[in-house]
C-alpha cells in the first residue's frame, strides 16, 4: 500500500506541537490527526499557532474531537452546533476536511432514534455548507451507540453525503466485537480508519484505550484481518495510527513516530 495513505495522530506523542510535527514528518508520515489543544490552547494568534503546520507539508487527515450529538435534547443542540461550526471554522483554517465526532457518553441521553437521525442529519447539513466531512465514531464504552453495528445503521439512516463513519480498531476489539459486519458497510461511507493493537490482558476499557494501546503487530488483536476486511469494502482513505499509551508517552516524540511507522511498513508488506 502507498504509504501516503498512513496518518498520525498528534495525541500518540508528547511535547510541544512544532516537535510532534518534525517527528511525523521524520518518521516519514506524509499526514496528522490533530486536535485542537494542539492548535489552541489560546486563541490569540491563529494563523501563528497553524504556520508551522502549514510549513511541514503535513496534510490533516481528522480534526478531533466533538462528542455528545445525536442524544442531545432540543435546548441543548443549538449550543452544541456552534461548537461544531467552531471546530470546522478551525478546520478550515488549517486545511482539512474531515471532523471526527463520537457517539455520545451521557448516561441520560435521549434514546430517540428519530431524533438521533435528526440530529446527524443538522450537523452533517452544517458541514456541507461548510465544506467538512463529519466522521461519526461510535465509542464502545457509550451507554447507546457503542457498537460499530449499530453506528452503520445510524450513517444509513441519516443518508446524508457528509456524515460517514469512522471506524477505530480499539473500539471494535476491546468489546470483542465480530469483524464480519466491516464487510456490509459501503466504502466510501467510511470516512477515516484508526488502527491499533492490545496486550492480553483484563483492565478495564477505558484504562486500556487511554494508557495502554499498542501499535498494529505489537499485541493480540487480529490487526490484518480488520484491515483486510475494511479493503474489501472498497474503502480508499487513510489509515491512521491511533495509540494512546503511558509508556509512549514519556519517550521522545521522534522514537514513538519511527516506531509506528515502523509497524504500519510491516502491517502492509503484503497489502
Known amino acids: 500500500m502507498d504509504p501516503t495513505r498512513w496518518s ?26 490533530l486536535w485542537h489543544s494542539d492548535l489552541f490552547p489560546v486563541f490569540d494568534d491563529p494563523d501563528g499557532a497553524i504556520q508551522p503546520f502549514r ?24 449550543h452544541k452546533l456552534e461548537l461544531a461550526r467552531q471546530l470546522m471554522d478551525q478546520l478550515k483554517l488549517i486545511g482539512g476536511d ?43 464504552f457509550s451507554e447507546w451507540i457503542n457498537d460499530y453495528r449499530l453506528a452503520w445503521k445510524l450513517i444509513r ?9 469512522l471506524l477505530d480498531s480499539a473500539h471494535v476489539f476491546l468489546p470483542n466485537l465480530p469483524l464480519d459486519g466491516i464487510s456490509e458497510i459501503r466504502g466510501d461511507k467510511i470516512f477515516l480508519v484508526e488502527l491499533n493493537d492490545f ?22 488483536r487480529p ?12 474503502y480508499t482513505g487513510e489509515f491512521a495510527v491511533e495509540v494512546f499509551n503511558a509508556t509512549y508517552r514519556s519517550w521522545d516524540a521522534r522514537v514513538v513516530a519511527k516506531r509506528g511507522f515502523g509497524a504500519m511498513e510491516k502491517l502492509f508488506a503484503t497489502r
Open 55 to 78: 510549513n511541514s507539508g503535513l496534510r490533516l487527515s481528522a480534526y478531533q474531537f466533538l462528542r455528545d450529538m445525536e442524544g442531545i435534547s432540543d435546548s441543548a443542540r443549538a
Open 157 to 165: 439512516d441519516v443518508d446524508h453525503s457528509h456524515v460517514g463513519l
Open 8 to 33: 498520525f495522530n498528534s495525541g500518540n506523542l508528547t511535547g510541544p506541537f512544532v516537535d510532534k510535527i518534525a517527528a511525523m514528518k521524520e518518521a516519514g508520515f506524509t499526514s496528522a490527526t
Open 199 to 220: 496486550p492480553q490482558t483484563q483492565l478495564p476499557i477505558r484504562e486500556m484505550l487511554r494508557n495502554y494501546r499498542l501499535f498494529p503487530g505489537e499485541g493480540v
Open 98 to 140: 474531515t471532523l471526527a465526532i463520537g457517539s455520545t457518553m451521557s448516561p441520560t441521553e435521549d434514546r430517540n432514534w428519530a431524533k438521533a437521525v435528526e440530529a446527524v442529519q443538522m450537523f452533517g447539513e452544517l458541514g456541507k455548507s461548510l465544506g467538512v466531512r463529519v466522521a461519526y465514531e461510535p465509542m464502545c
Open 223 to 234: 490487526v490484518g484481518e480488520f484491515v483486510d476486511r475494511v479493503l474489501a469494502t472498497g
